[in-house]
């Protein structure tokens, strides 16, 4: 180190530097897994949920095309939730089925069944970026959130929307991954995602996603009613409206098999 330094003196003051800076990345990383784990936490013992949902598209030039679905949700212990999502309108996408199985540390599991070629399709995971169904919404976005797939990292306090929020950044596990990094924006008083930014590959800015008119169910859940996606980089977006929601309504695993997806309805 001496020849960095002019004197042994400015040498511990380099290291001393050098190590408080150590300090404050660990701490970082630290804190940022303490909000990941806590807004986990907030969130688990919900069981099963069904929810009517309307899916708005939007291109470039603002032309808006509309597809219903039901999303069907079953909460695993010590791994992620699984998912059925059935399209009922309009015709060209009805019957369409879609099932995700989230895992927290393997890769996650996804297969949709097209009426119109009449077969199941296993989704790859070297796929997992791809647009869900036309929308600026990929597939990885379409699985649970569980903690062991990113590592994370404390940004900064700031405020969103007049609330105070955490701004942490998370970084993708899965080499497959579309995205380089992504950084969230997690509300103090109840650890719900307000923001989030995603970045492609490159590290560009590629979408931003934003919840609003959160709404508490059976004294301790917290779901949008909407979900916006922005693309920046083509200009479109997509959103998801949520008409109703409803918790503990006896779905179990049986109700999440990929062999019956045809019969989805």
């Given at each position: 180190?001496?020849?960095?330094?002019?004197?042994?003196?400015a040498c511990?003051?380099?290291?001393?530097?050098?190590?408080?800076?150590?300090?404050?990345?660990?701490?970082?990383?630290?804190?940022?897994?303490?909000?990941?784990?806590?807004?986990?936490?907030?969130?688990?013992?919900?069981?099963?949920?069904?929810?009517?949902?309307?899916?708005?598209?939007?291109?470039?030039?603002?032309?808006?095309?509309?597809?219903?679905?039901?999303?069907?949700?079953?909460?695993?212990?010590?791994?992620?939730?699984?998912?059925?999502?059935?399209?009922?309108s309009p015709?060209?996408?009805?019957?369409?089925?879609?099932?995700?199985?989230?895992?927290?540390?393997?890769?996650?599991?996804?297969?949709?069944?097209?009426?119109?070629?009449?077969?199941?399709?296993?989704?790859?995971?070297?796929?997992?970026?791809?647009?869900?169904?036309?929308?600026?919404?990929?597939?990885?976005?379409?699985?649970?959130?569980?903690?062991?797939?990113?590592?994370?990292?404390?940004?900064?306090d700031d405020?969103?929307?007049?609330?105070?929020?955490?701004?942490?950044?998370?970084?993708?596990?899965?080499?497959?991954?579309?995205?380089?990094?992504?950084?969230?924006?997690?509300?103090?008083?109840?650890?719900?995602?307000?923001?989030?930014?995603?970045?492609?590959?490159?590290?560009?800015?590629?979408?931003?996603?934003?919840?609003?008119?959160?709404?508490?169910?059976?004294?301790?859940?917290?779901?949008?009613?909407?979900?916006?996606?922005?693309?920046?980089?083509?200009?479109?977006?997509?959103?998801?409206?949520?008409?109703?929601?409803?918790?503990?309504?006896?779905?179990?695993?049986?109700?999440?098999?990929?062999?019956?997806?045809?019969?989805?309805?």
């Amino acid at each position: 180190m001496g020849k960095y330094c002019a004197s042994w003196s400015a040498c511990l003051i380099l290291l001393a530097l050098m190590t408080g800076n150590l300090v404050r990345a660990d701490d970082a990383q630290t804190e940022g897994l303490r909000i990941a784990q806590e807004r986990k936490a907030r969130d688990r013992g919900w069981d099963n949920s069904v929810a009517e949902m309307t899916m708005i598209l939007r291109n470039a030039q603002g032309q808006e095309a509309t597809r219903d679905m039901r999303v069907n949700t079953l909460e695993v212990r010590d791994d992620g939730d699984k998912a059925l999502t059935i399209f009922d309108s309009p015709k060209d996408v009805s019957g369409t089925a879609f099932l995700s199985f989230s895992h927290a540390s393997e890769p996650d599991e996804q297969w949709i069944y097209l009426p119109a070629l009449k077969r199941v399709k296993r989704i790859a995971s070297r796929n997992k970026s791809g647009p869900f169904m036309g929308s600026e919404f990929a597939f990885e976005d379409m699985t649970s959130f569980e903690v062991e797939k990113f590592s994370y990292r404390f940004i900064r306090d700031d405020q969103f929307n007049g609330d105070d929020v955490y701004v942490i950044e998370q970084v993708p596990q899965d080499e497959f991954s579309g995205y380089s990094r992504q950084l969230v924006w997690i509300d103090k008083a109840h650890y719900r995602v307000r923001k989030a930014e995603f970045f492609d590959r490159k590290g560009a800015a590629l979408k931003i996603l934003e919840f609003e008119d959160y709404e508490l169910y059976i004294g301790k859940y917290w779901r949008p009613k909407t979900s916006y996606m922005f693309n920046l980089q083509t200009n479109k977006s997509t959103k998801l409206v949520t008409h109703s929601l409803e918790f503990k309504v006896g779905l179990d695993e049986s109700d999440f098999d990929k062999n019956s997806l045809r019969r989805a309805r």
